[in-house]
């Protein structure tokens, strides 16, 4: 017979582990992207990518022994999304057209029992703006403009002078 009573409650969190990431759903080579590769995770370091490589699947893993099939992740990536996603078994999520910007993606796991991570797991990354979207060329864009009308003022007032004149 069962007895609630000696039901222990299983207090051990899962071990997230962020196991890979694919660029428009392919395996990537990520030491063109990234400075080096984490030895212990497989992940790119100090991934950079600019604003076309926006489409990013973040592969991930809760390590619990007692019901793994029970696990469930909460994940959410830090200059994207406003509050965690709804509690899910999905073990991959894809983010579509990721604007340029710096980010931080997070996954927490639960056990059978619903006991969380305390800490999630993180992973960071940058997209890269394209040229036309950088504080550079809005410079340049300015001080041009800027010089467009004075030299627009300068030769109306030589014209207005020249006509004053004759």
Known sequence: RYNPKEDKLNKTPPQTHITNIKMSFEEVNWTEYSDSIDCKTGLPVDLTLNYK???????????????????????????LDKTWTPVSDKTEITYPGIPPGEYIFMV?????????????????????????????????????????????????????????KI
């Open 53 to 79: 490589q926006n489409h990013l699947t973040f592969e991930f893993i809760g390590i619990s022994f007692a019901i793994p099939e029970k696990v469930r992740y909460q994940y959410k990536l830090e200059g």
């Open 108 to 164: 927490k796991a639960s056990n059978n029992d619903g006991i969380w991570n305390e800490k999630p797991t993180t992973y960071s990354f940058v997209i890269s703006p394209p040229f036309w979207q950088t504080w550079w060329f809005y410079m340049i864009c300015s001080v041009t403009g800027i010089s467009i009308i004075i030299s627009y003022i300068k030769i109306r007032e030589r014209n207005l002078k020249r006509e004053k």
